[in-house]
């Protein structure tokens, strides 16, 4: 992909839903979906394919705790998120959530290697 190209994915990319805790099949008990909603709103709603390159999401796990990566185009994927619940417990959920394009953005200063 060429900076140009990326920078069109980028701006398209904007428009895409945050997280919201309704996405999460498995909330543990005492946190609360506010508390939820503040902590996803980093990210990109899931829905099952990388917001990057748009192929289906396959992940693979980096050297950094809990982070994986798209196996196609090597974006970061955090797959543990730690919730305090009312009680004071820590809770892990493991999610394959991709931060939000909002959080990116082009380097000008970089050349990107298009192949040629």
């Not at 920078?7 to 309704?22: G, S």
């Not at 899931?46 to 390159?53: F, L």
């Not at 619940?85 to 820590?90: C, E, F, L, R, V």
Request: aromatic residues 8%.
């Amino acid at each position: 992909m060429n900076k140009e190209e990326a920078r069109k994915r980028l701006e398209e990319a904007q428009k895409l839903p945050v997280a919201t805790a309704d996405d999460l099949q498995n909330i543990p008990q005492g946190i609360t979906k506010k508390k939820l909603n503040t902590y996803l709103k980093d990210f990109v709603k899931p829905e099952g394919k990388c917001w990057q390159c748009e192929n289906r999401l396959i992940v693979e796990w980096g050297i950094q705790h809990g982070v994986a990566h798209c196996t196609t185009c090597g974006i970061d994927v955090k797959m543990y998120h730690y919730f305090e619940d009312s009680k004071g417990n820590k809770h892990r959920i493991e999610l394959a959530l991709q931060y939000h394009p909002k959080h990116y953005s082009i380097n000008e200063e970089e050349t990107i290697n298009d192949g040629n």
